[in-house]
């Protein structure tokens, strides 16, 4: 058979089961590699690096199989491993960074100095000063054993309205899908203030292995396997007290409906509102928008505010 005819069957579906079957990378970014001794150029393929199945099965699984090793190595340790560089880099705490910047969400790339008045309001928790250190507690025995107990806690999100066993709504007309679907949308944020808020909390680096799972109802809900142990009590507080509040332009009401949709000109290169002509807003300027009507009425509430359920379910 002569090149040109098979050359046309290898398609991307071909190319990426085959990657596949080879456990390499299906998605591999291709960099142009240039020696400035010789001038020789050649392509360097980069592993995608996904942790997720749907995205990429090799790349996933080579991360799931790190991911066990690092579980395995350090989970007992009793130890800080880092080197002077890491606790140097530690020192910066960069917990304290600033969790509450939603500007980048949509793949604005631009730096944008975040509005003071788009608060984050800190939670009523106890705070102590976090410590360089990641191992927890240590707990001596009457016979001089030691013990450094670890946890095992599922988050949830609150309830949107009853559900049936296979996690459709009981009743459709009351079920608070929007709730279900912004929570959902925000989540990730939600758990990232989870993790500083426990560290601010226990005073400590908490370190945790965690899986985030659809639940029948289709809201995430997250497991987590966390090193040391906190007591119950700060736990439940810490996870009560926790919210993230989302700072978006207002998305309330539908601006465009079906009959009224905006049009693409090419004197503006973009899309324009055809009642006024104006070039829709970018997602900066629906911000800086936000930002002018809070600076006229600072007690305006955000967008979304996403807390955890009463559900939490504590192990170890
Ligand atoms: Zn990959």
């Given at each position: 058979?002569?090149?040109?005819?098979?050359l046309p069957?290898?398609?991307?579906e071909v190319?990426?089961?085959?990657?596949?079957?080879?456990?390499?990378?299906?998605?591999p970014?291709l960099?142009?590699?240039t020696?400035?001794?010789?001038?020789?150029?050649?392509?360097?393929?980069?592993r995608?690096?996904?942790?997720r199945?749907?995205?990429?099965?090799?790349?996933?699984?080579r991360?799931r199989?790190?991911?066990?090793?690092?579980?395995?190595?350090?989970?007992?340790l009793?130890?800080?491993p880092?080197?002077?560089?890491?606790?140097?880099?530690?020192s910066a705490?960069d917990?304290?960074?600033?969790?509450?910047?939603?500007?980048?969400d949509l793949?604005?790339?631009?730096?944008?100095v975040r509005?003071t008045?788009r608060?984050?309001?800190?939670?009523?928790?106890?705070r102590?000063?976090v410590?360089?250190?990641?191992i927890?507690k240590?707990?001596e025995?009457?016979?001089?054993r030691?013990?450094r107990?670890?946890?095992f806690?599922?988050?949830?999100?609150?309830?949107?309205?009853?559900?049936?066993?296979?996690g459709?709504?009981?009743?459709?007309?009351?079920?608070d899908?929007?709730?279900?679907?912004?929570?959902?949308?925000?989540?990730?944020?939600?758990?990232?203030?989870l993790?500083?808020?426990l560290?601010?909390?226990?005073?400590?680096?908490?370190q945790?292995?965690?899986?985030?799972e659809?639940q029948?109802?289709l809201?995430?809900?997250l497991?987590?396997a966390?090193?040391g142990a906190i007591?119950r009590?700060?736990?439940r507080q810490?996870v009560a007290?926790?919210?993230?509040?989302?700072?978006w332009?207002?998305?309330?009401?539908?601006?465009?409906?079906?009959?009224r949709?905006?049009v693409?000109?090419?004197?503006?290169?973009?899309?324009?509102?055809?009642?006024?002509g104006e070039?829709?807003?970018?997602?900066?300027?629906g911000?800086?928008?936000l930002?002018?009507?809070?600076e006229?009425?600072?007690?305006?509430?955000p967008?979304?505010?996403?807390?955890?359920g009463?559900q939490?379910?504590?192990?170890?």
């Open positions: 058979m002569s090149n040109a005819a098979v069957q290898i398609t991307d190319l990426a089961s085959l990657a596949q079957a080879e456990g390499v990378c299906i998605r970014l960099n142009k590699v020696d400035t001794a010789t001038g020789e150029t050649h392509l360097v393929p980069i995608c690096g996904s942790t199945e749907a995205v990429c099965p090799p790349c996933a699984q991360n199989r790190l991911r066990m090793q690092q579980c395995r190595e350090g989970w007992h009793d130890t800080e880092e080197s002077e560089a890491d606790a140097q880099a530690n705490n917990d304290d960074r600033d969790l509450g910047n939603d500007d980048g793949g604005e790339v631009a730096r944008r509005s008045r608060r984050q309001d800190a939670p009523d928790l106890p102590l000063p410590e360089s250190r990641t927890g240590v707990f025995a009457p016979d001089g030691r013990f107990p670890s946890m806690a599922t988050f949830t999100l609150p309830s949107y309205g009853r559900v049936r066993p296979d459709t709504p009981v009743d459709p007309d009351r079920y899908y929007r709730r279900a679907a912004l929570d959902a949308m925000h989540f990730p944020k939600l758990v990232d203030r993790w500083q808020n560290r601010r909390a226990t005073g400590y680096r908490v945790y292995f965690a899986a985030v659809p029948r109802r809201a995430p809900h497991h987590a966390i090193r007591p009590q700060v736990f810490v007290a926790t919210y993230h509040q989302v700072w332009p207002r998305f309330d009401r539908p601006v465009f409906t079906e009959d949709m905006p693409w000109s090419t004197e503006v290169e973009g899309y324009v509102d055809l009642a006024t070039p829709l807003p970018t997602w900066g300027e911000l800086d928008r930002d002018a009507e809070l006229t009425d600072p007690g305006l509430p967008t979304h505010v996403v807390r955890f009463t939490l379910d504590l192990q170890g």
